[in-house]
Protein backbone atom coordinates (compact mmCIF):
# COMPACT_ATOMS: atom_id res chain seq x y z
CA UNK A 1 0.00 0.00 0.00
CA UNK A 2 1.49 3.34 -1.02
CA UNK A 3 0.77 6.76 0.16
CA UNK A 4 0.28 9.78 -1.18
CA UNK A 5 3.72 12.34 -0.42
CA UNK A 6 1.54 15.41 0.44
CA UNK A 7 -0.90 13.59 3.11
CA UNK A 8 2.42 12.31 4.54
CA UNK A 9 4.02 15.69 4.51
CA UNK A 10 1.18 17.12 6.10
CA UNK A 11 1.59 14.28 8.94
CA UNK A 12 5.30 15.08 9.45
CA UNK A 13 4.34 18.99 10.08
CA UNK A 14 2.12 18.29 12.40
CA UNK A 15 4.02 16.25 14.40
CA UNK A 16 7.18 18.40 14.45
CA UNK A 17 4.51 21.06 15.62
CA UNK A 18 3.42 18.93 18.46
CA UNK A 19 7.21 17.84 19.73
CA UNK A 20 8.24 21.67 19.48
CA UNK A 21 6.41 21.95 22.96
CA UNK A 22 7.91 19.05 24.52
CA UNK A 23 9.53 20.48 27.54
CA UNK A 24 12.24 19.10 29.81
CA UNK A 25 10.96 20.21 32.99
CA UNK A 26 12.98 22.41 35.57
CA UNK A 27 12.42 22.00 39.21
CA UNK A 28 12.58 26.10 39.32
CA UNK A 29 9.14 27.66 40.35
CA UNK A 30 8.16 31.24 39.73
CA UNK A 31 5.62 32.14 42.30
CA UNK A 32 4.89 29.39 44.36
CA UNK A 33 6.42 26.07 45.86
CA UNK A 34 5.65 22.97 45.32
CA UNK A 35 5.47 20.12 47.64
CA UNK A 36 8.73 18.22 48.20
CA UNK A 37 8.04 14.71 47.11
CA UNK A 38 10.26 13.68 49.63
CA UNK A 39 11.47 14.91 53.23
CA UNK A 40 14.56 15.43 54.75
CA UNK A 41 15.80 14.70 58.39
CA UNK A 42 18.80 16.41 60.01
CA UNK A 43 20.41 14.73 63.27
CA UNK A 44 22.83 17.00 64.72
CA UNK A 45 26.49 15.08 65.25
CA UNK A 46 27.26 15.59 69.07
CA UNK A 47 30.33 17.50 70.00
CA UNK A 48 30.98 18.84 66.11
CA UNK A 49 27.89 20.83 65.74
CA UNK A 50 27.75 18.79 62.07
CA UNK A 51 24.60 18.22 60.67
CA UNK A 52 23.23 15.10 58.59
CA UNK A 53 20.90 15.03 55.56
CA UNK A 54 18.90 11.66 55.72
CA UNK A 55 16.77 11.12 52.68
CA UNK A 56 13.77 9.43 53.48
CA UNK A 57 12.13 8.19 50.45
CA UNK A 58 8.33 8.59 49.75
CA UNK A 59 6.47 5.63 49.63
CA UNK A 60 4.97 3.53 47.16
CA UNK A 61 1.19 4.85 46.60
CA UNK A 62 -0.51 2.27 44.23
CA UNK A 63 -3.31 4.33 43.78
CA UNK A 64 -1.41 7.29 42.88
CA UNK A 65 0.09 5.33 40.32
CA UNK A 66 -3.22 4.02 38.78
CA UNK A 67 -5.24 6.64 38.95
CA UNK A 68 -3.17 9.35 37.21
CA UNK A 69 -3.11 6.74 34.62
CA UNK A 70 -6.67 5.79 34.01
CA UNK A 71 -7.20 9.52 34.25
CA UNK A 72 -7.06 12.23 32.14
CA UNK A 73 -4.49 14.99 32.05
CA UNK A 74 -3.22 18.50 30.60
CA UNK A 75 0.16 16.89 29.29
CA UNK A 76 1.98 13.65 28.27
CA UNK A 77 4.92 12.90 30.81
CA UNK A 78 7.22 11.23 28.39
CA UNK A 79 9.82 10.05 30.79
CA UNK A 80 11.99 11.16 33.49
CA UNK A 81 15.60 11.94 32.87
CA UNK A 82 18.38 12.89 35.92
CA UNK A 83 15.34 13.45 38.28
CA UNK A 84 13.85 16.41 35.90
CA UNK A 85 10.16 15.39 34.05
CA UNK A 86 10.71 14.74 30.38
CA UNK A 87 6.73 15.86 29.58
CA UNK A 88 4.54 17.22 26.18
CA UNK A 89 2.81 20.24 27.29
CA UNK A 90 -0.72 20.74 25.86
CA UNK A 91 -2.36 23.95 25.31
CA UNK A 92 -5.36 24.91 28.11
CA UNK A 93 -7.98 26.45 26.36
CA UNK A 94 -10.87 28.26 29.49
CA UNK A 95 -13.64 29.88 29.08
CA UNK A 96 -12.86 32.78 31.96
CA UNK A 97 -15.39 35.48 33.56
CA UNK A 98 -13.06 37.28 31.34
CA UNK A 99 -13.34 35.44 28.23
CA UNK A 100 -11.13 32.84 26.30
CA UNK A 101 -8.04 32.55 27.70
CA UNK A 102 -5.18 29.88 25.78
CA UNK A 103 -2.13 28.80 27.25
CA UNK A 104 0.21 26.19 27.60
CA UNK A 105 0.10 23.80 30.71
CA UNK A 106 3.86 24.16 31.19
CA UNK A 107 2.79 27.46 33.54
CA UNK A 108 1.41 25.13 35.99
CA UNK A 109 4.76 23.28 36.31
CA UNK A 110 3.63 19.99 37.26
CA UNK A 111 1.46 21.47 40.01
CA UNK A 112 -1.50 19.35 40.43
CA UNK A 113 -1.96 20.00 44.09
CA UNK A 114 -3.76 23.59 43.84
CA UNK A 115 -0.22 25.52 45.02
CA UNK A 116 1.01 26.79 42.08
CA UNK A 117 -0.48 29.66 41.24
CA UNK A 118 -0.92 30.92 37.32
CA UNK A 119 -1.81 34.48 36.06
CA UNK A 120 -3.42 34.66 32.93
CA UNK A 121 -3.84 38.23 31.97
CA UNK A 122 -5.00 39.46 35.67
CA UNK A 123 -6.73 36.49 35.88
CA UNK A 124 -5.18 33.83 38.77
CA UNK A 125 -5.84 29.63 38.51
CA UNK A 126 -4.88 26.82 40.24
CA UNK A 127 -5.10 23.24 39.47
CA UNK A 128 -6.23 20.78 41.26
CA UNK A 129 -6.13 16.88 40.59
CA UNK A 130 -6.11 18.50 37.18
CA UNK A 131 -9.54 20.82 37.88
CA UNK A 132 -8.22 24.00 36.91
CA UNK A 133 -10.37 26.35 40.02
CA UNK A 134 -10.04 30.24 40.23
CA UNK A 135 -7.46 30.40 42.95
CA UNK A 136 -9.81 32.63 45.38
CA UNK A 137 -12.24 30.70 45.02
CA UNK A 138 -10.39 27.53 45.51
CA UNK A 139 -8.89 28.35 48.78
CA UNK A 140 -12.47 28.78 50.60
CA UNK A 141 -13.58 25.34 49.57
CA UNK A 142 -13.30 22.60 51.80
CA UNK A 143 -11.35 19.41 50.63
CA UNK A 144 -14.77 17.60 50.35
CA UNK A 145 -15.75 20.32 47.57
CA UNK A 146 -11.95 19.96 46.08
CA UNK A 147 -12.24 16.41 45.65
CA UNK A 148 -15.59 16.72 43.73
CA UNK A 149 -14.55 20.23 42.01
CA UNK A 150 -15.52 18.93 38.60
CA UNK A 151 -18.98 19.71 39.44
CA UNK A 152 -18.30 22.77 41.26
CA UNK A 153 -19.43 25.07 38.33
CA UNK A 154 -19.12 28.33 40.23
CA UNK A 155 -15.63 28.01 41.36
CA UNK A 156 -13.98 26.64 38.07
CA UNK A 157 -13.88 28.40 34.48
CA UNK A 158 -15.14 26.11 31.96
CA UNK A 159 -12.25 23.49 30.40
CA UNK A 160 -11.95 23.02 26.73
CA UNK A 161 -8.80 22.33 27.02
CA UNK A 162 -6.75 19.21 24.41
CA UNK A 163 -5.70 17.33 27.07
CA UNK A 164 -4.67 13.60 26.60
CA UNK A 165 -7.80 12.03 25.98
CA UNK A 166 -8.75 14.68 23.23
CA UNK A 167 -5.41 14.23 21.93
CA UNK A 168 -5.74 10.57 21.62
CA UNK A 169 -8.79 11.20 20.05
CA UNK A 170 -7.72 13.21 17.49
CA UNK A 171 -4.87 11.09 16.53
CA UNK A 172 -7.51 7.89 16.12
CA UNK A 173 -9.67 10.39 14.01
CA UNK A 174 -6.83 11.23 11.70
CA UNK A 175 -5.30 7.51 11.59
CA UNK A 176 -8.50 6.77 10.99
CA UNK A 177 -8.92 8.89 8.06
CA UNK A 178 -5.27 8.25 6.09
CA UNK A 179 -6.29 4.12 6.72
CA UNK A 180 -9.32 4.40 5.21
CA UNK A 181 -8.10 7.06 2.48
CA UNK A 182 -5.68 4.42 1.56
CA UNK A 183 -8.26 1.41 1.21
CA UNK A 184 -10.21 3.78 -1.04
CA UNK A 185 -7.31 4.80 -3.50
CA UNK A 186 -6.21 1.06 -3.16
CA UNK A 187 -9.90 0.21 -4.71
CA UNK A 188 -9.98 2.43 -7.56
CA UNK A 189 -6.63 0.97 -8.80
CA UNK A 190 -7.44 -2.60 -8.05
CA UNK A 191 -11.51 -3.11 -7.84
CA UNK A 192 -11.31 -7.02 -7.98
CA UNK A 193 -8.71 -8.28 -5.67
CA UNK A 194 -7.46 -5.92 -2.94
CA UNK A 195 -4.06 -5.99 -1.41
CA UNK A 196 -2.16 -4.86 1.86
CA UNK A 197 -4.01 -3.00 4.17
CA UNK A 198 -7.51 -3.24 1.82
CA UNK A 199 -6.77 -6.93 1.78
CA UNK A 200 -6.54 -6.60 6.25
CA UNK A 201 -9.33 -4.28 6.55
CA UNK A 202 -12.31 -5.96 4.00
CA UNK A 203 -12.87 -8.99 6.17
CA UNK A 204 -13.65 -6.47 8.88
CA UNK A 205 -15.87 -4.71 7.21
CA UNK A 206 -17.65 -7.21 5.28
CA UNK A 207 -18.21 -9.01 8.93
CA UNK A 208 -19.89 -5.87 10.39
CA UNK A 209 -22.44 -5.97 7.70
CA UNK A 210 -22.84 -9.28 7.24
CA UNK A 211 -22.66 -10.24 10.53
CA UNK A 212 -24.15 -6.68 13.02
CA UNK A 213 -25.94 -5.04 10.40
CA UNK A 214 -27.79 -7.26 8.67
CA UNK A 215 -28.79 -9.72 10.97
CA UNK A 216 -30.09 -6.32 13.43
CA UNK A 217 -31.31 -3.76 11.20
CA UNK A 218 -32.25 -6.14 7.79
CA UNK A 219 -30.89 -6.48 4.35
CA UNK A 220 -33.14 -3.58 2.97
CA UNK A 221 -32.00 -0.91 5.52
CA UNK A 222 -28.63 -2.05 7.04
CA UNK A 223 -26.80 0.01 4.40
CA UNK A 224 -27.94 3.67 5.48
CA UNK A 225 -26.43 2.71 9.03
CA UNK A 226 -22.96 0.77 7.71
CA UNK A 227 -20.83 4.15 7.89
CA UNK A 228 -21.98 4.72 11.48
CA UNK A 229 -21.73 1.10 12.84
CA UNK A 230 -17.94 0.92 10.87
CA UNK A 231 -17.08 4.22 12.33
CA UNK A 232 -18.07 3.45 15.93
CA UNK A 233 -16.11 -0.27 15.54
CA UNK A 234 -12.76 0.83 14.12
CA UNK A 235 -12.87 3.50 16.21
CA UNK A 236 -13.47 1.70 19.55
CA UNK A 237 -11.24 -0.64 18.27
CA UNK A 238 -8.10 1.46 17.83
CA UNK A 239 -8.46 3.31 20.95
CA UNK A 240 -8.77 0.70 22.89
CA UNK A 241 -5.23 -0.60 21.60
CA UNK A 242 -4.04 2.45 21.80
CA UNK A 243 -4.54 2.72 25.36
CA UNK A 244 -2.49 -1.01 25.80
CA UNK A 245 0.58 0.96 24.57
CA UNK A 246 2.41 2.28 27.62
CA UNK A 247 4.51 4.95 26.17
CA UNK A 248 3.64 8.69 24.03
CA UNK A 249 2.17 9.40 22.46
CA UNK A 250 -0.74 6.86 23.54
CA UNK A 251 -0.91 5.36 26.64
CA UNK A 252 -4.02 7.38 27.43
CA UNK A 253 -7.54 5.80 28.32
CA UNK A 254 -9.91 7.67 26.09
CA UNK A 255 -12.43 4.56 26.37
CA UNK A 256 -12.18 3.80 29.89
CA UNK A 257 -13.31 7.57 30.77
CA UNK A 258 -16.78 7.96 31.53
CA UNK A 259 -17.76 10.84 29.10
CA UNK A 260 -16.75 9.37 26.55
CA UNK A 261 -18.23 6.45 26.44
CA UNK A 262 -21.52 8.96 27.29
CA UNK A 263 -21.40 10.88 24.23
CA UNK A 264 -21.09 7.78 21.96
CA UNK A 265 -23.83 6.01 23.69
CA UNK A 266 -26.03 9.14 23.82
CA UNK A 267 -25.30 9.24 19.60
CA UNK A 268 -26.22 5.54 19.30
CA UNK A 269 -29.58 6.73 21.26
CA UNK A 270 -30.05 9.75 19.12
CA UNK A 271 -29.55 7.64 16.14
CA UNK A 272 -32.36 4.68 17.11
CA UNK A 273 -34.88 7.77 18.46
CA UNK A 274 -34.75 9.73 15.01
CA UNK A 275 -35.25 6.26 12.52
CA UNK A 276 -37.51 5.15 14.64
CA UNK A 277 -40.77 4.32 12.87
CA UNK A 278 -44.62 4.28 14.19
CA UNK A 279 -44.64 0.63 15.11
CA UNK A 280 -41.73 1.36 17.90
CA UNK A 281 -43.55 4.08 19.35
CA UNK A 282 -46.83 2.08 19.33
CA UNK A 283 -44.80 -0.46 21.62
CA UNK A 284 -44.43 2.37 23.83
CA UNK A 285 -46.97 4.37 24.15
CA UNK A 286 -49.81 1.80 23.04
CA UNK A 287 -48.31 -1.92 24.07
CA UNK A 288 -49.81 -4.32 22.22
CA UNK A 289 -52.23 -7.10 24.14
CA UNK A 290 -51.89 -4.68 27.31
CA UNK A 291 -54.89 -3.67 28.81
CA UNK A 292 -55.90 0.18 28.25
CA UNK A 293 -55.63 0.54 32.61
CA UNK A 294 -52.34 -0.48 32.85
CA UNK A 295 -50.97 1.91 29.95
CA UNK A 296 -50.16 4.24 33.30
CA UNK A 297 -47.92 1.97 34.46
CA UNK A 298 -46.69 0.40 31.28
CA UNK A 299 -44.89 3.69 29.22
CA UNK A 300 -43.09 4.98 31.93
CA UNK A 301 -41.58 1.25 32.26
CA UNK A 302 -40.92 1.51 27.99
CA UNK A 303 -39.78 5.17 28.64
CA UNK A 304 -37.20 4.11 31.24
CA UNK A 305 -36.35 1.18 29.26
CA UNK A 306 -35.42 3.41 26.34
CA UNK A 307 -32.91 4.88 28.74
CA UNK A 308 -31.54 1.87 29.84
CA UNK A 309 -30.49 0.89 26.59
CA UNK A 310 -27.42 3.66 26.01
CA UNK A 311 -26.98 3.57 29.80
CA UNK A 312 -25.84 -0.27 29.49
CA UNK A 313 -23.66 0.63 26.32
CA UNK A 314 -21.95 3.59 28.24
CA UNK A 315 -21.48 1.52 31.29
CA UNK A 316 -20.04 -1.52 29.67
CA UNK A 317 -17.32 -0.04 27.55
CA UNK A 318 -16.18 2.48 30.64
CA UNK A 319 -15.93 -0.84 32.73
CA UNK A 320 -14.53 -3.61 30.87
CA UNK A 321 -11.88 -1.11 29.85
CA UNK A 322 -11.02 0.49 32.88
CA UNK A 323 -11.20 -2.84 35.01
CA UNK A 324 -8.38 -4.15 32.38
CA UNK A 325 -6.02 -1.12 33.27
CA UNK A 326 -6.64 -1.48 36.86
CA UNK A 327 -5.69 -4.93 36.77
CA UNK A 328 -2.48 -4.60 34.77
CA UNK A 329 -1.45 -1.69 36.93
CA UNK A 330 -1.95 -3.30 40.43
CA UNK A 331 0.13 -6.71 39.07
CA UNK A 332 2.98 -3.79 38.38
CA UNK A 333 2.59 -2.16 41.60
CA UNK A 334 3.36 -5.58 43.23
CA UNK A 335 6.80 -5.09 42.50
CA UNK A 336 7.24 -1.73 44.19
CA UNK A 337 5.01 -3.19 47.33
CA UNK A 338 6.91 -5.99 47.92
CA UNK A 339 10.37 -4.65 47.09
CA UNK A 340 11.57 -7.46 46.05
CA UNK A 341 13.20 -8.85 42.42
CA UNK A 342 11.33 -12.31 43.14
CA UNK A 343 8.29 -11.18 42.33
CA UNK A 344 9.37 -9.61 38.84
CA UNK A 345 9.03 -12.68 36.91
CA UNK A 346 5.30 -13.68 38.86
CA UNK A 347 3.97 -10.07 37.89
CA UNK A 348 5.83 -9.89 34.67
CA UNK A 349 3.92 -13.44 33.61
CA UNK A 350 0.76 -12.38 34.41
CA UNK A 351 1.08 -8.79 33.01
CA UNK A 352 2.09 -10.14 30.16
CA UNK A 353 -0.95 -12.68 30.22
CA UNK A 354 -3.38 -9.67 30.81
CA UNK A 355 -1.64 -7.69 28.02
CA UNK A 356 -2.61 -10.59 25.80
CA UNK A 357 -5.96 -10.87 27.25
CA UNK A 358 -6.73 -7.32 26.84
CA UNK A 359 -6.05 -7.30 23.27
CA UNK A 360 -8.92 -9.79 22.89
CA UNK A 361 -10.57 -7.41 24.91
CA UNK A 362 -9.73 -4.62 23.10
CA UNK A 363 -11.75 -5.77 19.61
CA UNK A 364 -14.44 -7.55 21.86
CA UNK A 365 -15.79 -4.52 23.51
CA UNK A 366 -15.59 -2.84 20.10
CA UNK A 367 -17.72 -5.88 18.69
CA UNK A 368 -20.17 -5.28 21.30
CA UNK A 369 -21.06 -2.05 21.60
CA UNK A 370 -21.46 -2.36 17.82
CA UNK A 371 -23.42 -4.89 17.82
CA UNK A 372 -25.76 -3.91 20.28
CA UNK A 373 -26.19 -0.50 18.69
CA UNK A 374 -27.45 -2.35 15.59
CA UNK A 375 -29.77 -4.18 17.80
CA UNK A 376 -31.25 -1.28 18.93
CA UNK A 377 -31.30 0.59 15.84
CA UNK A 378 -32.95 -2.32 14.50
CA UNK A 379 -35.61 -2.23 17.17
CA UNK A 380 -36.67 1.05 16.12
CA UNK A 381 -37.10 0.46 12.26
CA UNK A 382 -38.74 -3.07 12.56
CA UNK A 383 -41.87 -3.04 10.10
CA UNK A 384 -44.77 -4.63 11.90
CA UNK A 385 -45.06 -8.14 10.41
CA UNK A 386 -48.64 -8.60 9.44
CA UNK A 387 -50.38 -11.89 9.52
Known sequence: MIFSNKPVQYLLVTLLAFTSSINYASTTVDSVSVKQENAVETVEVSGHGESVGHEIEKEFNASELINSHIGDAHDFHIADWNGHAISLNLPVILWTNNGLEIFSSEKFHHDNAGEH???????????????????????????????????????????????????????????????????????????????????????????????????????????????????????????????????FPFSSNLTGNIYFTFVMAFITFIVTTLSANKNYWGHIFNTPGVPVWLAPIMIPVEIIGMLTKPFALMIRLFANITAG??????????????????????????????????????ALQAYVFTLLSALFIGQAVEEHDHH
Not at 195 to 215: M, N, Q, S
Open 117 to 247: VVDINGQKVVRYKEVIFYADKFEQMTQEERDNGAFAFDARPLDFSITKNVFSMLMSAILLFFLFFAVAKSYKKNPNAPKGLAGFLEPLVTYVRDEIAIPNIGAKKSGKYMPYLLTIFFFIWINNLIGLIPF
Open 325 to 362: HIIILSLVSLIFIFKSIAIGPVAGAFVLFMSVLEMLVA
